[in-house]
């Protein structure tokens, strides 16, 4: 059932403080689709988004699944399955399906590795290894795929990791990697230029499964900020740079399996991946 549908049903107006998981706020991308989304349902009353204490995905998910803590309330990260079944999730792709389009970032003598890749089985041969979250969903993914992986529960940790040369890539969402960059100020780091490594991998908001006052809120404004084309106006702010500066259009697609996915958010992951030459082009005028 839409949350539309369910608007009648609204709790009396109050105003309320949402914590979202410090990832995201301090994510300027998503605390404001997380603002717009709530500014489009006035009727649940005024709001407060507090930044969360510095936690693991890990641990932010354990709280939002255990209810009892108020440690975080809504947090953004990629779908699974199993977190689909244990949270519940808001299900539009908060960046229009960009985070299973992952790119590359490296050390620059690192860049002659990945020269002559052109297709999955060059990037097995390749003997590239790629660093992820020990907790995220990608993991497992490429995993599957035959792509060997050296993981931390914390994020920051793995460029000091990238650095150090644990491994030749990490692996960031285009939606995500530019801001990335910005915020190590590091010139050691770069992006390869040339691939571009996708898979279906929808990116949600997520709170708990007991706070459905939560998830209503934010469905039904996001559905409404999709009808009135605030939304179309979101993705343009915050992503038409990356589809730009990072040359999606010209790189060589490797495109992987993600046997992780429920039904729904495996179609939903299969029509971005289809749609993909469309978003882009949408996403560059």
């Known amino acids: 059932m839409s949350a539309a549908k369910s608007a009648a049903t609204t709790p009396q107006a109050t105003s309320r403080d949402y914590v979202l998981w410090y990832r995201n706020y301090d994510s300027p991308a998503i605390r404001a689709l997380v603002e717009l989304a709530l500014k489009k349902t006035p009727e649940y009353g005024d709001f407060r988004i507090i930044r969360s204490e ?3 995905q890990g641990r932010v998910l354990r709280e939002l699944t255990d209810g009892q803590s108020r440690l975080v309330d809504i947090a953004n ?3 699974s399955a199993e977190r689909e079944e244990f949270l519940t999730a808001i ?5 229009g399906g960009l985070l299973g389009f992952r790119v590359c970032v490296v050390l620059p003598e690192s860049l002659p590795k990945f020269e002559g890749i052109k297709n999955l089985d060059d990037l097995r041969a390749s003997q590239i290894w790629i660093g992820q979250g020990s907790h995220w969903p990608d993991t497992p993914v490429l995993e599957a795929n035959g792509i060997p992986v050296v993981t931390h529960s914390r994020y920051e940790i793995l460029f000091g990791m990238l650095r150090n040369k644990r491994f030749d890539c990490f692996a960031r969402g ?4 530019l801001y990335d960059l910005e915020m190590e100020q590091d010139p050691n780091l770069v992006i390869e230029p040339n691939l571009l490594i996708a ?3 929808p990116s949600y908001l997520f709170v708990g499964p007991h706070d459905q006052e939560t998830a209503h809120r934010l469905q ?8 009135d084309g605030s939304f179309s106006d979101f993705l343009r702010a915050y992503y038409a740079r990356a589809v730009r500066d990072l040359n999606l259009d010209t790189r060589t697609v490797i495109a992987l399996e993600n046997p992780f996915l429920s ?3 495996r179609y939903v ?3 971005t991946l289809e749609n993909l030459r469309r978003r882009l082009d949408l996403l560059s005028r």
Request: charged share 25%; glycine share 6%.
């Open 54 to 56: 510095e936690l693991s």
């Open 77 to 79: 990260v990629a779908t």
């Open 91 to 95: 299900p539009f792709p908060v960046d």
């Open 174 to 177: 285009v939606s995500e990697v």
């Open 199 to 201: 898979y279906p991998m």
């Open 220 to 227: 039904l404004g996001i559905e409404r900020a999709i009808y």
């Open 263 to 265: 039904e729904e958010s």
């Open 269 to 271: 992951g299969r029509s």
